[in-house]
């Protein structure tokens, strides 16, 4: 119940394509989603999070869309750069848990230019 | 601003030795995490201080594995004696904690441990 399931596990798109990285939880307590970048070498970074009480955020270049009810998330980032591959995990937490994040395995993103 | 500083970057030593980690948060931020990173189990939360305290150690593999945070700047993860089934990246993170979640992790560039 503890888990989040992120896929694809690899993913590779053009430039200027749409990537989406599709995440989904089983623990209905959670209510804090994050996403993380990670570059080689580097800790993760967030990204952008988003809470159950709107079903989409966008930053920028990068979206997150919430299903709660079908406890799914995904993130899509539009115009996919060449700078933009690294691996993205999803993460979840829930309140009164502190901050104890649960990841997804990660998905290794690579824009082709 | 500094961010996570974790040292050290590398560590390469030989089983059964042990091996000591270091992490000095940002500074004002009251939570802390150790994590492990490998291409088999990803991320994987060990222990989290709050406020110096140990809150959470349930992801500690074994008694082999220990953590301590003596103040609010630094904090150690241990391994005493160390196993090849060790090896991994270890990451720091720290945040603003309080008890609702949601505070962004900030997390260091990791060490990176190869057991022998």
């Known amino acids: 119940q503890q888990q989040v399931k992120q896929s694809p596990q690899s993913l590779i798109v053009q430039k200027g394509g749409i990537s989406i990285i599709n995440c989904a939880y089983e623990n209905t307590a959670f209510d804090y989603f994050p996403w993380y970048q990670q570059f080689p070498g580097k800790g993760p970074a967030l990204l952008i999070a988003i809470r159950p009480d709107v079903s989409e955020k966008k930053e920028g270049r990068f979206t997150i869309s919430f299903n709660k009810s079908a406890k799914q998330f995904s993130l899509h980032i539009m115009d996919s750069q060449p700078g933009d591959s690294a691996t993205y995990f999803c993460?979840?937490?829930?309140?009164?848990?502190?901050?104890?994040?649960?990841f997804g395995q990660g998905t290794r993103l690579t824009i082709n230019p | 601003d500094a961010g996570v500083i974790q040292s050290p970057r590398h560590e390469v030593t030989e089983m059964g030795q042990e091996v000591t980690l270091r992490c000095k948060p940002i500074?004002?931020?009251?939570?802390l995490f150790w994590y492990r990173q490998t291409m088999m189990r990803g991320l994987e939360l060990l222990i989290y201080f709050n406020n110096n305290v140990p809150i959470d150690d349930s992801g500690m593999p074994e008694d082999r594995f220990s953590a301590k945070m003596p103040n609010a700047s630094f904090s150690t993860l241990k391994i005493q004696p160390s196993e090849p089934r060790d090896s991994a990246v270890y990451f720091c993170?720290?945040?603003?904690?309080?008890?609702?979640?949601?505070?962004?992790?900030?997390f260091g560039d990791g060490t990176r441990l190869s057991i022998l």
């Open positions: 993170a720290s945040s603003l904690g309080r008890d609702r979640g949601g505070q962004p992790q900030h």
């Open positions: 500074s004002g931020h009251n939570s």
């Open positions: 993460a979840a937490s829930r309140e009164g848990g502190a901050q104890k994040l649960v």
